[in-house]
T-cell receptor
Framework: GESVGLHLPTLSVQEGDNSIINCAYS??????FIWYKQESGKGPQFIID?????DKRQGQRVTVLLNKTVKHLSLQIAATQPGDSAVYFCAENDTGANSKLTFGKGITLSVRP | DSGVTQTPKHLITATGQRVTLRCSPRSGDLSVYWYQQSLDQGLQFLIQ???????AKGNILERFSAQQFPDLHSELNLSSLELGDSALYFCASSVDILSPLHFGNGTRLTVT
């Protein structure tokens, strides 16, 4: 399949371990944050979102943590599986302004069997 | 399947030419967004439409234009193509600005 082809940082984890993917965002006015997963040959796929009035949100096997003080976002994946291998992007949005969703550079998650 | 449909999947054309990329949003979504993903720039926001009207503009070149039609599908027109325009072009849609974007699988444009 097609690859994104970006020279991205890579996080390598053992299957079954927990993964933590970190993201620093730039706009202190951002109030809505989303994590996306992009597999080879596909578009970004929504994983989980969080609004600025929260600091933690849980989904199925995923947790997003938001630290507005240091403008930091993280995605935790429990019991990482081979199917989790992909490029992960965080995205931020200042919904009070022009509603432009801005993406970070992305991190490649590689799951070792 | 996100419900967002993009055509064509692949497009190969020569410098100087003009192409049109098409997007059908998810049923019920009024907002359409266009993004460009290239090797060294990541996902770059181009333009957003909401219910037929331009809502936000990003780093979209003057050679590029877009529109959203009454049936809510959108087209991205790229003209006077240059080698550097080779990239993946994604369309996304959402119900509103407070909801997540759902992406199509993109159109890979190759300019030779």
């Amino acid at each position: 399949g097609e690859s994104v082809g970006l020279h991205l940082p890579t996080l390598s984890v053992q299957e079954g371990d927990n993964s933590i993917i970190n993201c620093a965002y730039s706009n202190s006015a951002s109030d809505y944050f989303i994590w996306y997963k992009q597999e080879s040959g596909k578009g970004p796929q929504f994983i989980i979102d969080i609004r600025s009035n929260m600091d933690k949100r849980q989904g199925q096997r995923v947790t997003v943590l938001l630290n507005k003080t240091v403008k930091h976002l993280s995605l935790q994946i429990a019991a990482t599986q081979p199917g989790d291998s992909a490029v992960y992007f965080c995205a931020e949005n200042d919904t009070g302004a022009n509603s432009k969703l801005t993406f970070g550079k992305g991190i490649t998650l590689s799951v070792r069997p | 399947d996100s419900g967002v449909t993009q055509t064509p999947k692949h497009l190969i054309t020569a410098t100087g030419q003009r192409v049109t990329l098409r997007c059908s949003p998810r049923s019920g979504d009024l907002s359409v967004y266009w993004y460009q993903q290239s090797l060294d720039q990541g996902l770059q926001f181009l333009i957003q439409y909401y219910n037929g009207e331009e809502r936000a503009k990003g780093n979209i070149l003057e050679r590029f234009s877009a529109q959203q039609f009454p049936d809510l599908h959108s087209e991205l027109n790229l003209s006077s193509l240059e080698l550097g325009d080779s990239a993946l072009y994604f369309c996304a849609s959402s119900v509103d600005i407070l909801s997540p974007l759902h992406f199509g699988n993109g159109t890979r444009l190759t300019v030779t």
